[in-house]
Nanobody, 119 residues
Framework: VQLQASGGGLVQAGGSLRLSCAAS????????MGWFRQAPGKAREFVAA????????LYADSVKGRFTISRVNAKSTVYLQMNSLKPEDTAVYSC?????????????WGQGTQVTVSS
């Protein structure tokens, strides 16, 4: 599967963005999906994940209550709605196939999209 993230940009603190991750291939509906982010000079960090049937969602404590992960299997797309953005949310956001909070459990990483939050 190939993944392409989009929707990033520059936003002021307190603003919102919605990221999209579009997948190629016919079996997207059977994949668990996750979002990670990486800021300059920092390790890749788990953000959120969703199971193939949307029964299970996971969030990093740092984004819980502000970010929402969702998916539309008919569109082979997973979304990350980001509200109440903070400057510390600034990073490149990437999507991948897998579940859990460690990047070790993921594969098929897509090209990321830059999110910059100004104070």
């Amino acid at each position: 599967v190939q993944l392409q993230a989009s929707g990033g940009g520059l936003v002021q603190a307190g603003g919102s963005l919605r990221l999209s991750c579009a997948a190629s291939g016919r079996t997207f509906s059977s994949y668990h999906m996750g979002w990670f982010r990486q800021a300059p000079g920092k390790a890749r960090e788990f953000v959120a994940a969703i199971s193939w049937n949307e029964v299970t969602t996971l969030y990093a404590d740092s984004v819980k209550g502000r970010f929402t992960i969702s998916r539309v299997n008919a569109k082979s797309t997973v979304y990350l709605q980001m509200n109440s953005l903070k400057p510390e949310d600034t990073a490149v956001y990437s999507c991948a196939v897998g579940l859990g909070t460690s990047p070790i459990g993921y594969n098929s990483w897509g090209q990321g999209t830059q999110v910059t939050v100004s104070s």
